[in-house]
């Protein structure tokens, strides 16, 4: 499991975080909350299937598969339940945005 470059961006009434996923689709892009000792714990784990060679004859498969994983605490004003996300280009882009008036 690979801990992918991120960025953590401050944005007026959101949080962005950019997580760099090359080759994950985003089906293969999971994002989760929880609760864990009164606060929030994000977790975001991505997985890349490349294509083998055809020449290859592939017995176990493992080279060829990535696996990221990422997990944040978030802050008491983030508001888990509107927490989104998409991946373009090989970047995950998650928002999360803060609670109204918490500023």
Known sequence: ???PPTDVVRLQGAYLILVEMPGVASSDVSI?????E?????SIAGVSHDQEPAEFSVRDR??????F?????L???ADAA??????????????????PGSE
């Open 75 to 77: 802050p008491g004003h």
């Open 32 to 36: 989760k909350v929880e609760a864990v």
């Open 82 to 99: 509107r927490i989104s996300h998409r991946i373009e280009n090989g970047l995950l882009r998650v928002t999360v945005p803060l609670v």
């Open 62 to 67: 493992g080279a060829f598969t990535k696996l």
């Open 38 to 42: 009164g606060s929030h714990l994000l």
């Open 1 to 3: 499991v690979t801990a």
């Open 69 to 73: 994983a990422r997990k944040f605490i």
